[in-house]
């Protein structure tokens, strides 16, 4: 990912909106979710909720496929693998073992 890529990202994310729905989508990857389920989730109408949306999928954070009647919304895991390598590529000055804590923390969880 470039600065560019990742100041988007980090610019979509940085609204509790546009937050708690791309945690939601990660939660429910990779079957996702409904347009509807999601702003029931975070208690917006549809209307409203789109506009957060589109800001995520801007950033190539979020994706939507339509299934029928309903736009089915997917995390972007690859943007996200991406940002997070982003900011932690240059972790701790080159010392590895200064971020073998946080990787310890993610590793229960993927």
Known sequence: MIEPDALAAL????????????RLLVRHEPVG?????????VGLTQSTFS????VLAKAGLVSAE????QMIQRANIEALRGLMLFLAKDCCAGNPELCAPLVAELSPCC
């Open 11 to 22: 610019g979509a994310l940085a609204h509790p909106t546009r937050l708690a729905t791309f």
């Open 33 to 41: 979710l409904s347009t509807g389920q999601l702003a029931e989730a």
């Open 51 to 54: 506009t957060h949306l589109a």
């Open 66 to 69: 339509k299934q029928g009647r």
